[in-house]
């Protein structure tokens, strides 16, 4: 499946391109042959969207919590790359976060992909798709992807 370019006004085609990057990475990684590319696209977008779908009202829960609320939303950046920015309640810009330093600290090590992770991913890549989403949920709700949302959100605590 082929997108048009990106449009930089549009985060959701960003995300989706992000998506993209990460499908084609994964079928590398873990494909191992023409019916492979699917799946791995199917992986890499279900991954890119939902990461950063649960992140978002994450930071803005966490940082209302804490007493200093900040807002999420996605948007470009110069690069035409999907970013997460935070803004205070009157509209200052605080922080932002590529999407693709999200994805990548939270299914990466090394410039590999976590033991974990690719266990999970592994797995998606084979059976039905039933089972395959069942092991798409284990992956984002594994330690290494947890462990990484946690450290983003701590970082940006700190900047609060």
Request: aromatic fraction near 2%.
């Amino acid at each position: 499946m082929t997108r048009p370019p990106a449009n930089e006004d549009d985060p959701q085609a960003l995300l989706y391109a992000e998506g993209d990057r990460l499908a084609r990475r994964l079928a590398q990684t873990l494909g191992g042959g023409e019916s492979d590319v699917a799946r791995a696209h199917l992986l890499g977008l279900s991954l890119a969207v939902n990461l950063v779908n649960a992140l978002l009202p994450t930071v803005e829960q966490v940082t209302r919590h804490a007493g200093k609320p900040l807002h999420a939303h996605l948007t470009g950046d110069e690069r035409g790359r999907a970013v997460i920015e935070t803004v205070t309640p009157d509209g200052e810009p605080h922080a932002r976060l590529p999407v693709d330093d999200l994805l990548d600290s939270a299914l990466y090590r090394g410039g590999q992909l976590h033991p974990t992770v690719h266990g999970h991913l592994a797995a998606a890549m084979h059976g039905s798709e039933h089972h395959a989403t069942r092991a798409l949920a284990a992956c984002l709700k594994s330690a290494p992807v947890l462990d990484a949302l946690r450290r983003h959100l701590t970082a940006l605590l700190k900047q609060v």
